[in-house]
Structures are given as C-alpha cells and as structure tokens.
C-alpha cells in the first residue's frame, strides 16, 4: 500500500489527447433538483420566443375557464370576451411579426455582405489611375444585379472588365460570380489580353454547363434557358505609358472624356458575346491610343444608354459626359454624380434595368521627354511619335 506524506505533489494522468472537445453547453441549474442541465446557446433565444405565445395562450383558456363573464350571454359579458380574444390575437401577431423582421434584417445582413465581397467597390486610386463606380440594379432591395465591373492592377498594367448578363435582377449573379471570380485570377496569370479573354470564356462555358446540368424544369418554364444565355463583356489594359489596349465582346465602346469631349473610344467592330458562339482562333486587341492625364474613360453598360422617361425618350448618355468633360483635369468622381443625377432625373426613379457606370481617370504626373532628344516639342495629339522617329545624338 503506497502513502503519500501531506502536501506531496500526487501524479495525475494526462488526459487522451484523442479525446474530442465537448461541445459548447450553457449551464442551467435545475429547479428541481438543483442539478445543472446543459443546453445549447439557441435554447435561450427559442425559449424566449415561446414565453410570449404561451403566456398569451394560458390567458385566453384561464379567462374561458375561470372567468364567469366567459360563459355569460349578455351583450356586455359578450363585449368584455371579444376585447380579451382581440388582445391576445393581437399580442400573437405583433409577436409574429417582430420574430420576422429580425428574421428578414439578418438576411439582408448575411445578402449584403456576401453581395459586398462579390461585387467590391474598388478602390479610389489604383496605381496613379483614380476609380469611381456604381451599379444601379433593377431589383428593389438587391445590391447587386446582371452587370459587373472590375478594376485590378497587376504586372501587366491596369486591366479592368465590365459586362452585362442576359437578363437582370438576382437571377443572373451567378453568372457574374463565374466572371468576376475568372478574371481575378487571369489578369495576374495572364501577360496577353487574348488569354484573359479565353479565361473568361472558359469559366463562362462552364458554368453554363453546370447549370443545364442542375436543371430539372419541363422545357419553357425556366426564365432564361442555357442555350440563350449570353454575357456582353469589354477588357481592357492601362500600360503605364498610358497606352490603351481593348477587346470587345458584344459591349458598348467606352467613351473618352478629353479636351471638353465625349468620343467613343473605338469604332471597330466587337467580338460576339460569350455564351452562344465561340470566340474566333485570333483575338486581334484593338489599340486605342493613350489615357493622357487629365483625361477619363467611363466604361457603362446599356443600361445607361437604353434608358428612357415618360415620353419614351432615351437617356442622351453623350450629351451629359461632354457637359461634365468641360472641365480638366476630369475628375471621376464628378462627372459619376453629375451622370448618376441626370440618369435618375430623366427616368423619374429606378431605371427597368440594370445599370453600370467605371470611370477611369488619369492622375498620373506627365512623362518628361528622354534627355538628349533634339527638337522633340511635345506633341498634341493623343499618340505620341514613335520611338524609331525621334533623333537621337551621334
């Protein structure tokens, strides 16, 4: 028999580390008993929730049963019963209807931050190139709808995206989740426009895929069928000469905001939309001249351009940027609330569909001319000479 001597240290076994951790229980002592029974930290809240109705309830049968004005027919015995039947029924709707607005705010919690994380708002500056941007969904109550807008700098100059999925509202998101989430990743993988491009394809094809995949409607009842389903897209690059270098997919052209002008940015004909047809073998890029500072791009859906007032009139999407162009440098945030007004004023409310405005402006200090060049004057055109035309010392 082993005696261990008063204040001697006693081992004690260590514990398995196998051993799962309990799970989390609330301690709740017994009235009976006193014994603590472990609950989970929803068991409060539920129980909470059921006091009232319960309380509520047990009135109305203690009143029936125990009250003798309950079971007497006189008018005003009658009278004194409905009052009480009109309390409870009302303590058990407005009960009700507490229990689901909280409900309904922590959805459109959970909705708009997971809407936030899809569709970020980007920053103001990125790399010398001030941003500012919106999104007008055609859903009330919804952040986010069929257009996407993207603005990344990477190794390969600034790249930003915009387009616009068949359709509007909540039903084409997951669509703009496949775009979006292809194109963070391609223009950091990607040194050519083209293969950000077939990227974009790819994920779009995909998860068109997937979806006829999970479709198990009858033919017709689905709102918008795969086979239809399309999504315009316009990428482009800012080099940090200021060089601009696009390919269209089924997109409006940006517009160019220089010199108290509003021109489109390009004329040549777009690349079909992705979805329906695939893409040619050569993706030509189409060059665009140079971003000079001071000078913006707004990138827009047809949103902007389709929109119409009472009368049926179209928004005149031109007209305002030339009067928000008169001044230079331009500034991005500007000419978007000076766009944003005019849009809500001449559709009188929300637009019917989804709207989409990137403005991308050009805050980068001018480039000086390389030391030992002779008799180069600054040009003023938008593209410079090029390099194997200027003069060089012997």
């Known amino acids: 028999m082993i005696r261990f001597k008063a204040g001697t240290p ?11 951790p309990a799970p989390f229980r609330l301690p709740l002592r017994s009235r009976t008993g006193g014994r603590r029974a472990a609950v989970r930290p929803g068991g409060r809240r539920r129980v909470r929730d059921l006091a009232l109705p319960v309380a509520l309830g047990a009135t109305a049968v203690a009143y029936r049963l125990t009250c003798p004005l309950a079971r007497d027919d006189a008018l005003c015995a009658r009278l004194v019963s409905s009052a009480v039947l009109c309390a409870v029924c009302t ?18 919690r959970v909705a708009e931050a997971a809407q936030s994380a899809l569709l970020r708002t980007p920053p103001p500056h990125v790399d010398g190139l001030a941003v500012a941007a919106v999104q007008l969904p055609a859903d009330r109550g919804a952040r986010i709808g069929g257009d996407l807008y993207e603005v990344v700098a990477t190794e390969h100059g600034v790249r930003a995206v915009i387009g ?3 359709g509007h509202g909540l039903g084409a998101v997951g669509t703009v989740a496949a775009v979006l989430g292809s194109f963070r990743e391609a223009v950091h993988d990607e040194a050519e426009l083209a293969g950000v491009l077939r990227r974009l394809e790819r994920a779009v094809a995909r998860h068109l895929r997937e979806r006829a995949g999970d479709e198990h409607a009858p033919a017709g009842t689905a709102d918008a069928p795969v086979c239809e389903e399309f999504v315009t897209v316009l990428v482009l690059e800012i080099l940090p000469d200021g060089e601009v270098r696009a390919l269209n997919c089924g997109h409006p052209w940006p517009y160019l905001l220089s010199g108290a002008r509003a021109d489109p940015l390009a004329r040549a ?15 030509p890029v189409v060059a665009c001249g140079r971003l000079l500072p001071g000078d913006a791009l707004v990138l827009h859906t047809d949103g902007a351009e389709e929109a119409r007032d009472a009368d049926g009139r179209f928004f005149p999407l031109r007209e305002v940027l030339t009067d928000a162009a008169g001044e230079h440098p331009v500034a991005p945030r500007t000419v978007l609330r000076t766009v944003l007004g005019a849009l809500l004023r001449h559709t009188v409310g929300p637009p019917e569909d989804d709207v989409a405005l ?37």
């Open 10 to 20: 006693r081992w004690v076994p260590p514990r398995p580390a196998s051993r799962a």
């Open 164 to 166: 616009d999925v068949r």
């Open 91 to 108: 303590g058990l709707v407005l009960h009700v209807r507490h229990r689901m607005l909280r409900e309904l705010r922590q959805v459109r």
């Open 358 to 394: 990137l403005i991308i402006g050009n805050e980068r200090p001018p480039r000086r001319a390389p030391a030992g060049v002779r008799g180069a004057a600054r040009p003023a055109a938008a593209d410079p000479p090029p390099t194997d035309q200027l003069q060089f010392p012997a």
């Open 269 to 283: 004909d777009p690349l079909p939309p992705l979805g329906p047809f695939p893409l040619p073998p050569e993706l």
